[in-house]
Every structure is written in structure tokens, then in C-alpha cells.
């Protein structure tokens, strides 16, 4: 009948070792696809599509779990099948997720050896804001993240960053080096020649200030390039 074709796929009629929770019982949380671990923290659909369709749809829509961490609250609860409480439930997930990530970093004193070291350090937090930020990290001789210091947010250029500013907080803790971090919201993080002039910029007055620029390191939404590596501004 035209009604029984138009039924509902549930996860009940899944066989039961394809179902998401059995097979995270089964095999691991590893073994499971992004879609089943969302499947799980949702736990149900909604009228007309079960709760691994519902996953579906939200990576899709929002271009994966990234996506979903960039998405806000609001957008989210908007979202059919969602709503304030399933919102809660994700964003907690992604925000432990993220804590567990770091908190190695934490018992390691936040060491940086690597551009890679200061993208588990920041990028989760600063790749969620839709704004352009820049944050100066301090380190001591010894490569220890002394601070983060969240410095600007809007549009920035080389006119409106003051260079005084970026290394005050380097002066206060008597900082051998900074990292400066800033995001590109529209997800491209090739820099621009005002980036590469501020780069020159800082790295010029660390210089006199015996205050070394270690790096500038520009996020996309899912990537990132240093600038050291590339040679801009650095030479």
C-alpha cells in the first residue's frame, strides 16, 4: 500500500548488530562512524526520520563536526529534530571532547615545539568564532606557554593592530617569545599582504625589544599556515 512505502525506517528494525549502541557495546567508540556516535547522543529522531537520518542531515548540513561546533546555540535549537535540549546535549559533547583534547596539554605545562602544538592549543576555540580574532601567546625560554591573551576582535589590518599592545603582555611576564594567532572566519587561512606586513612589523620590534616572534599562524576552518614556515615576513 502507498501509506506502508512511505513508512519510517527505525532503528528497531535495523538488525541488532548494526544498530549504533550495539556496536559501540561490540567493538569500541572507535569502530563507530561520526553519524552512529551522533545517532547515540541524540538518541531519537523526529516525525518522519529516524535519529541516523537526523545525523545525517546535520553533518551535511553543517559541514561535519566542525560545522557543528562552529554552529550557534541558536542555529542549532532551530534545526528540525533538535531543539534546547539535544543543542545542550551536543554542544556539552564537542566541549568535553575538546577538554579531554587539552588537558594532556595542561600536564605538559603547554609546551610548543610546533605550529601543530599551538593548533591543539587553540584552534577548537578560535575556529568556532564567526568574528576575525587575534591572540598573542607568551612563552619563556624554555618553550612554556606563559599566557594566551585574547586581544582583538573585528576586522583586523596592519593600521589597526598596535604593536605596543601585541607585547605588553610579553613585557609584563618577561616573555622570551610570543606567538601571534589570528583566524580567517571565511575559512581560507592563505595570508594576506597585511598580514605578512604586520608579521614584518612584530618581528622587527621583538627584535629591539629581545622579545623573539616565534611564529604567526593564520586558522581557516579546518586548516592553518605558519608564516615562519613559509618564509613571509621572516626574513
Not at 518522519?48 to 542531515?57: K, Q, S, W
Request: hydrophobic letters at 40%; proline letters at 3%; one cysteine or more.
Amino acid at each position: 500500500m502507498e501509506g506502508d512505502s512511505k513508512k519510517t525506517f527505525r532503528i528497531s528494525d535495523m538488525r541488532t548488530e548494526e544498530k549504533p549502541r550495539e556496536r559501540m557495546a561490540a567493538l569500541g567508540s572507535g569502530a563507530l562512524f561520526d553519524r552512529e556516535l551522533l545517532a547515540i547522543l541524540l538518541r531519537v529522531g523526529t516525525k518522519g526520520e529516524n535519529v541516523l537520518a537526523l545525523a545525517d542531515r546535520l553533518l551535511n548540513t553543517f559541514g561535519g563536526l566542525q560545522g557543528l561546533h562552529s554552529a550557534s546555540f541558536d542555529e542549532l535549537c532551530t534545526e528540525r529534530g533538535m531543539g534546547v535540549s539535544k543543542t545542550a546535549q551536543l554542544k556539552a559533547a564537542l566541549e568535553l571532547g575538546h577538554r579531554l583534547k587539552t588537558e594532556k596539554l595542561e600536564e605538559e605545562k603547554k609546551v610548543i615545539n610546533s605550529p601543530e602544538d599551538v593548533a591543539n592549543l587553540v584552534m577548537h576555540e578560535l575556529t568556532a568564532t564567526r568574528q576575525e580574532q587575534l591572540w598573542v601567546l607568551t612563552l619563556n625560554t624554555r618553550n612554556h606557554v606563559l599566557s594566551v591573551q585574547h586581544l582583538y576582535t573585528g576586522s583586523l589590518n596592519h593600521s589597526t593592530v598596535r604593536i605596543a599592545e601585541v607585547f605588553e603582555a610579553a613585557i609584563r611576564h618577561k616573555a622570551a617569545g610570543i606567538i601571534v594567532v589570528h583566524n580567517h572566519p571565511s575559512g581560507d587561512p592563505a595570508p594576506s599582504p597585511e598580514d605578512i606586513q604586520l608579521t614584518t612589523a612584530l618581528r622587527q620590534a621583538g627584535d629591539l625589544l629581545d622579545i623573539k616572534l616565534l611564529d604567526h599562524i593564520i586558522f581557516g576552518s579546518r586548516e592553518y599556515v605558519s608564516l615562519k614556515q613559509r618564509r613571509l615576513g621572516f626574513e
